[in-house]
Nanobody, 125 residues
Framework: QVQLVESGGGLVQAGGSLRLSCAASGRTFGNYVMAWFRRAPGKEREFVAV????????YYADSVKGRFTISRDNAKNTVYLQMNSLKPEDTAVYSC??????????????????WGQGTQVTVSS
């Protein structure tokens, strides 16, 4: 199966930036749509961004649009989330997810087959 490992989380001040990485390993049987979700303590997991198999199409939650950028490097089996202008409300555990068949606008966590364990992002004010 595909294994996903996130990295790059940490503590930053409001207005700062972080770049998260999600590295995929294991056997793959095709290209994957890859997405980022986040979950704050006591809250439901929410969609952040998704990128198509080729990287040519992206879709963002309204809450992060214009501040976050998702990208991928298929040669490295890695997806990135560049986060700029961070706000305290961005504080959450960020997880990457992957699936072979979901559409580019799929925002439901249950639609994704593979998940990483997450990386903590904390934004101080």
């Amino acid at each position: 199966q595909v294994q996903l490992v996130e990295s790059g989380g940490g503590l930053v001040q409001a207005g700062g930036s972080l770049r998260l990485s999600c590295a995929a390993s294991g056997r793959t049987f095709g290209n994957y749509v890859m997405a980022w979700f986040r979950r704050a303590p006591g809250k439901e997991r929410e969609f952040v961004a998704v990128i198509s198999w080729s990287g040519g199409s992206t879709y963002y939650a309204d809450s992060v649009k214009g501040r976050f950028t998702i990208s991928r490097d298929n040669a490295k089996n890695t997806v990135y989330l560049q986060m700029n202008s961070l706000k305290p409300e961005d504080t959450a555990v960020y997880s990457c997810a992957a699936d072979r068949y979901v559409g580019i606008t799929t925002t439901t966590p249950s639609s994704y087959s593979y998940w990483g364990q997450g990386t903590q992002v904390t934004v101080s004010s």
